[in-house]
């Protein structure tokens, strides 16, 4: 059947950009999301660009964890073993002190950006170790590594997502399985980027998700040797904390 790439979420963006780069590469897509409306845009991107490969849609709500599984045991069922999965989602970027966060939200995020991300790793992982290679790759961002005065709720998820990837890491690697936390500390620039930067829009100041699925697919070729587990990615103009 070919080899097989599952992304959950992939809609405009680097979900998009991962789609299409490893479709490129010769593997079959699988989007995983709560809407095939929103993945019209990526599925469409992948058809234009890679006319022998498949790509399908399978829903799966992973506030529902559930749900997740139901959804790889499909994939697996309608197109083989998974051998790629890239889990790309993130909670929304809601900006709070610390003390007005609501237990709902908390509870929400928590869900998406680590229980969503262990119940798709859980998945997959097995047959992975049976077969001694598969990768996982969690899109996630710098704010695993600090807390937030101001956006505490995306900072927990964020630390919480690493901490499974570690242990996972840690756990599974020696059974063949690559396992990345990838730390974005930067902006994509997407569409909405445009409209949030307004006048001070400036796509060099952006990281394209041409590039950033590029940096994916080059982890992806690391030999087991030299494999890393923390991959941090910015543009070359970004301006770092000193």
């Not at 807390?147 to 998820?157: K, N």
């Not at 980027?193 to 697919?217: C, F, I, N, Q």
């Not at 890393?228 to 910015?234: A, D, H, P, Q, T």
């Amino acid at each position: 059947m070919g080899a097989v790439c599952v992304i959950v979420g992939a809609g405009e963006g680097l979900g998009r950009a991962l789609a299409v780069k490893f479709a490129a590469e010769g593997f079959n897509i699988a989007l995983i999301a709560r809407s095939e409306y929103r993945c019209a845009g990526t599925m469409e991107a992948v058809r234009c660009s890679s006319k022998k490969v498949d790509i399908q849609f399978f829903y799966a709500d992973v506030l529902k964890p559930e749900t997740v599984e139901s959804s790889i045991s499909a994939i697996v069922e309608a197109m083989g073993e998974i051998d790629v999965l890239i889990y790309n989602v993130r909670g929304a970027f809601k900006a709070c002190a610390p003390l007005d966060m609501s237990y709902a939200d908390l509870g929400d995020n928590y869900q998406l950006e680590v229980i969503g991300a262990f119940a798709a790793a859980k998945s997959v992982l097995p047959s992975m170790i049976k077969r001694s290679r598969g990768s996982v790759f969690f899109s996630s961002a710098t704010a695993a590594f600090r807390g937030s005065a101001h956006y505490p709720l995306y900072a927990i998820g964020k630390f919480g997502l690493r901490g499974l990837s570690q242990s996972l890491a840690k756990a599974y690697g020696k059974d063949g399985v690559h396992i990345v936390h990838f730390r974005l500390d930067c902006d994509l620039d997407v569409p909405i980027m445009e409209k949030l930067y307004g006048d001070r829009y400036d796509p060099t100041k952006l990281a394209d998700p041409e590039d950033v699925a590029k940096t994916y697919w080059l982890t992806y070729l690391q030999p087991r040797g030299a494999w890393s587990n923390e991959v941090e990615i910015r543009p070359s103009s970004e301006t770092w904390t000193y």
